[in-house]
């Protein structure tokens, strides 16, 4: 949304195309490009230049695009950054630095060129210097200024600086110089050759990065003067150290990375690498391995060529779980993503990458898997024991009931039979069987009810019970053992 300018349902379902105002010459670039992807070609990031359709802005964005799968459908993943910022700093330094060195040689030329003549004529002189842009001043051997232009007045004006300046020491008028300034002077008197140098100065409590040019002027084959050609580079200087200052953060991000990183050339040999790499692979912190070969780190050669194939397929590797040995031969599980970087003729060059040890989260994976597949067998085991064991108790149940039914039935036709002339205590004790023997089918029927509760076949419905009468049915059941014993 925001580097298009658009909501995300403005942008779904439109041609990415379309999405954008591209150059006419850029088009088919695109096109190419989607047609190298399809054809398995994983081409460079690009850089190109575009105006938004939703407000015609010109940008600069670089463009990464692959093939990927999501919902078993293959779409095409576009990576897209806006780099318009870096672009134009990059622009504007490159054009900086041009047009420096255009004006350093065309300036060199000119006051080469003029020097004698100017020497000659005063009035001439000054009127050439206050041509050129370029703030300068002239001092003699006693280094003291006798000349300055229009522009260097202008520039001390600029910086709060006293414009009086002509007769006076350099010294004098600018007490800030650093002693090398001196030298610098006095090098190019006694040698008669032209100092460039750089440096930076702090005015009025603000940093100014100047180059200046010293060029002598000679009369009779001894320099008399030198022309000091002031350029104020404070904001060329101050791009140069933002990339340098990003190029540093990007470093010592590296460096303090906990994952190894690595940045080898195509044939193997290692062109950069952070601590982490090192500690994992078992080197002293002090050693560096620029330069050596990194199949040093595979444990089978053949994990080397599949992580190498699958580059050259797909320009990239992701999430790549390989074992591979560190100094002393140890053995690690390190998980692997990288990508190939080519050159302009599309030829792989280098392979960049990161890595980190999961020996442990490796192991205790094949351990869980190890444990889920001895928990699947005795599971199996356990429904088969189980199954073995209801079986029983269903058989077992069944064959009870048998006798049981001939007990109950005999039991039932002697006391409807003969109930008449047996006395009363048999009597009581033929039904005291025939209650046990319910019972007993009862149970039966329960142990029956209990497998299938185990086999979440059947619910228990629970009711209220009568603890007093269960007692006394107990104790009636067992009245024959208390008389046996004459127990009271």
């Not at 989607?34 to 940008?59: A, F, H, K």
């Not at 670089?62 to 990576?79: C, N, P, Y």
């Not at 069944?398 to 001939?406: F, Q």
């Amino acid at each position: 949304e925001k580097l298009f300018n658009r909501k995300i349902e403005d942008l779904i379902n439109k041609n990415f195309l379309d999405v954008s105002i591209k150059p006419e010459k850029v088009l088919p670039l695109f096109k190419q490009r989607y047609q190298d992807i399809l054809n398995g070609i994983v081409p460079e990031s690009i850089e190109v230049q575009i105006s938004r359709s939703q407000d015609g802005r010109l940008m600069w964005i670089s463009i990464d695009d692959s093939l990927v799968e999501i919902g078993g459908r293959t779409v095409f993943q576009v990576l897209i950054q806006d780099i318009t910022e870096k672009k134009i700093a990059e622009q504007e330094l490159h054009k900086s630095q041009e047009e420096l060195k255009i004006l350093n040689r065309e300036l060199e030329q000119k006051v080469l060129e003029r020097t004698k003549d100017l020497i000659e004529s005063e009035e001439q002189y000054r009127t050439t210097i206050n041509s050129l842009n370029d703030p300068l001043h002239v001092i003699n051997r006693e280094l003291r200024i006798i000349l300055s232009n229009a522009a260097f007045d202008h520039w001390l004006v600029g910086l709060e600086l006293d414009k009086k300046i002509v007769s006076r020491n350099v010294f004098e008028v600018f007490p800030f110089l650093p002693d090398e300034v001196r030298n610098e002077y006095k090098q190019v008197f006694n040698t008669g050759e032209i100092l460039l140098t750089e440096g930076s100065l702090f005015i009025n409590e603000k940093e100014i990065f100047t180059e200046t040019r010293k060029i002598p002027i000679f009369s009779e084959g001894r320099v008399i003067q030198i022309i000091t050609i002031i350029r104020d580079i404070t904001e060329s200087k101050k791009i140069e150290n933002q990339l340098k200052e990003s190029e540093v953060n990007f470093r010592n991000m590296i460096t303090n990375l906990d994952e190894g990183y690595y940045k080898v050339e195509w044939e193997g040999k290692i062109i950069y690498h952070n601590p982490a790499f090192v500690r994992i692979a078992g080197y002293e912190p002090s050693e560096k391995l620029f330069g050596k070969d990194l199949p040093f780190f595979w444990e089978d050669m053949a994990d080397r060529e599949e992580y190498i194939g699958e580059l050259l397929k797909n320009g990239l590797i992701r999430n790549y779980v390989v074992p591979v040995k560190k100094k002393d031969g140890e053995q690690i599980v390190v998980q692997v993503n990288a990508h190939l970087i080519k050159n302009d003729d599309n030829n792989p060059i280098a392979i960049e990458g990161t890595f980190s040890d999961i020996t442990e989260k490796f192991r205790l994976e094949q351990e869980l898997l190890e444990s889920e597949k001895k928990l699947r067998i005795q599971n199996i085991e356990l429904k088969k024991l189980d199954k073995v064991k209801n079986d029983f108790i269903s058989m077992a149940a069944h064959e009870l009931k048998t006798p049981l039914i001939s007990i109950s039935g005999y039991t039932d036709y002697i006391l409807m039979k003969h109930r008449s002339q047996l006395n009363p205590e048999i009597t009581t004790d033929l039904l005291t069987v025939q209650r046990n023997v319910n019972r007993l089918e009862v149970l039966m029927d329960q142990l029956l009810d209990v497998m299938k509760i185990d086999e979440n076949e059947l619910k228990l419905q629970k009711e209220l019970q009568n603890v007093s009468k269960i007692i006394n049915d107990c104790l009636d059941e067992l009245s024959y053992l208390i008389n046996e014993k004459n127990l009271e």
